[in-house]
């Protein structure tokens, strides 16, 4: 019901930034909570960010606050990541999903229910 593309993936040294985007089709997000995973080579997938559906709360983990913002565009039916300060342990997969009405579990990502196909992040030194 609900089809998403990441992009805006790349390489960068260390301290760069990138936005990521998510593009959404098949339905409104307006209905839906987001969430940002990644996954590095060897490791679980992991929550990265939130943003609840009208983009009045956000969450972060611990390792990327203050470094990273989400944000959405409900009109536009799109999503961000502005990642600023990069450091190689954020190389990874980054994935953007969608969770039906996102009224609990904004970290699990067993929670959501639409995945998008990733896009590398690479940061190097």
């Known amino acids: 019901q609900v089809q998403l593309v990441e992009s805006g993936g790349g390489l960068v040294q260390a301290g760069g930034s990138l936005r990521l985007s998510c593009a959404a089709s098949g339905r409104s997000l307006s209905n839906y909570g987001m969430g940002w995973f990644r996954q590095a080579p060897a490791k679980e997938r992991e929550f990265v960010a939130a943003?609840?559906?009208?983009?009045?709360?956000?969450y972060y983990a611990d390792s990327v606050k203050g470094r990273f913002t989400i944000s959405r565009d409900n009109a536009k039916n799109r999503m961000y990541l502005q990642m600023n300060n990069l450091k190689p342990e954020d190389t990874a997969v980054y994935y953007c999903?969608?969770?039906?009405?996102?009224?609990?579990?904004?970290?699990?990502?067993?929670?959501?229910?639409?995945w998008g196909q990733g896009t590398q992040v690479t940061v190097s030194s």
């Open positions: 999903a969608a969770d039906w009405l996102g009224r609990s579990g904004y970290d699990t990502d067993s929670e959501y229910d639409y």
């Open positions: 943003i609840s559906r009208g983009g009045g709360s956000t």
